[in-house]
């Protein structure tokens, strides 16, 4: 008995499946592994991969992407191999998937389906969940049409006039005004959310240095966050593990300390709905003073995910950015006084070096990218990652401390949280009291005096040249 055409899901669990691709002059993928990544997230979804298609064309065919005589070989592989389902490793329009199931007579999903399908599996808080159909409804409503396709008008070929549309027809109107309803419902809710969170980040960065994780999936950020961290991130050889961030204090030793973020993992050809939906767990990247970049560089498609990360980043900072310049312009109007936005600086981490065969590897990355940092994020009995956590310690506390440099510090010996802070965080090299006052001369950074400032913190500043 052929398999049901019906396509009632976008689930593979526990379904052969085959996977398919066509390869274009600009398409992205590891040569040596064309279909790793594909293969993994089905997995993860649950589906087993029983075998693999490709086709190299210069442009993809309008009806079906791939070439009608591939699509019959991928018919008749689903039939040798027993596959129920075919996943292709691009986003297909619906009349593509359609077209595509008419001959193979199998369900066709595309890789954004198959991502959405893993995060709606992988989403606990209400946050994600809200965020994860969003992006679901985002996704389906311009493909509605094609999915009442099935259920043809009943005018017999005339054309239509008031009582003569079909149930097709018309559940396609009543679909299409609940999902507009439900999505509008749905950005309400969390522009709610985005808000709050939008508000704790600002104030988060004025108080203290913020530090976010950003990456590939499966790089190792969960790890790592968890060895600087107290942080009990859920950690797992698995892709998007992580899907909602999480802050913690990480503790440099010698009073220092910063706020660390862990994000969710960026893929190649992450769906742009999917990426807007989540916006607000970005939040945490996007206004961070400092990003480090965790590439597992033991992975053969390790540039392929440096490039896509980076990618990802300068597209949530060019939206960040359009977004400040009209808050910009709303508080020029409004003779409103907003801080500044820019983009976070990066340092790029080689996670996973403790696997690479040799240093020669290594040594080619930190020549294409000076002041990378090689690192294992496993603990060490110390606490610190076993490879290379005290180079980034040190990267770290001398960003959070900034320029330094020697001031005469004026301190109200009524602010006594003032005067302990930069006893503890600061190299003092004197001591003048005088009345209700005291000065400490003292060897400092500047973003440790702009969070003394921030702070609300009462003192008079005076450089001093450095051996006076």
Not at 23 to 40: I, K, M, W
Not at 366 to 393: N, T
Request: glycine content about 8%; overall charge negative.
């Amino acid at each position: 008995m052929p398999p049901s055409k019906e396509r009632t899901t976008i689930k593979v669990q526990a379904e052969k499946t085959v996977l398919a691709a066509v390869r274009l002059p600009d398409s992205q993928f590891d040569p040596a592994d064309p279909f790793g990544e594909l293969a993994e997230l089905t997995r993860q979804a649950g589906g087993v991969v029983v075998g693999t298609l490709d086709q190299n064309r210069d442009r993809p065919e309008a009806g079906t992407y791939m070439g009608k005589g591939k699509v019959e070989e991928l018919k008749g592989l689903c039939e040798a191999t027993g596959a129920t389902s075919v996943i292709f490793d691009h986003e297909l329009s619906p009349k593509q998937i359609s077209n595509i199931e008419k001959v193979i007579e199998r369900k066709v999903l595309d890789r954004s389906e198959l991502i959405l399908d893993i995060f709606a599996s992988r989403a606990t808080t209400h946050e994600a969940k809200l965020q994860v159909e969003l992006a679901q409804l985002e996704y389906t409503y311009p493909r509605l049409r094609a999915m009442w396709d099935h259920l043809e008008r009943i005018v017999g070929g005339s054309p239509g006039g008031v009582g003569t549309r079909g149930p097709g027809e018309q559940q396609l109107e009543i679909d299409r005004r609940l999902v507009q309803k439900r999505k509008k419902d749905l950005g309400a809710e969390l522009a709610k959310i985005q808000a709050r969170k939008r508000r704790a980040v600002e104030k988060r960065n004025i108080d203290h240095f913020t530090v976010g994780l950003v990456g590939y999936t499966n790089a190792g950020k969960s790890t790592l966050f968890n060895t600087l961290t107290a942080g009990g991130a859920y950690a797992d050889d698995r892709l998007f593990a992580t899907l909602m961030s999480r802050t913690r204090d990480w503790d440099l030793g010698g009073g220092h300390s910063v706020m660390l973020s862990d994000t969710v993992g960026f893929v190649r050809d992450l769906p742009h709905h999917l990426v807007a939906s989540f916006r607000a767990t970005l939040e945490e990247a996007t206004h961070a003073d400092l990003l480090l970049i965790v590439l597992d560089v033991s992975d053969p498609a390790a540039e392929l995910h440096y490039q896509t990360v980076n990618k990802t980043l300068d597209d949530l900072f060019d939206e960040v950015e359009t977004y400040e310049r009209k808050a910009q312009d709303i508080a020029r109007r409004d003779r409103l006084d907003i801080t500044h936005w820019s983009p976070p600086q990066r340092l790029l981490i080689l996670n996973k070096a403790d696997l690479l065969a040799d240093n020669r590897e290594l040594l080619v990355w930190q020549a294409k990218r000076p002041g990378a940092i090689p690192l294992c994020a496993l603990p060490s009995d110390d606490g610190l990652p076993r490879l290379g956590g005290e180079a980034l310690i040190a990267y770290v506390e001398s960003a959070a401390r900034g320029e330094i440099g020697v001031y005469d510090i004026q301190v109200p010996l009524s602010d006594a949280k003032t005067v302990h802070t930069i006893e503890n965080r600061a190299e003092v090299l004197d001591r003048e009291y005088e009345g209700q006052s005291v000065t400490l001369r003292a060897r400092i950074g500047s973003r440790q005096l702009d969070q003394l400032r921030a702070s609300g913190a009462q003192m008079r500043l005076s450089p001093v040249a450095e051996g006076v």
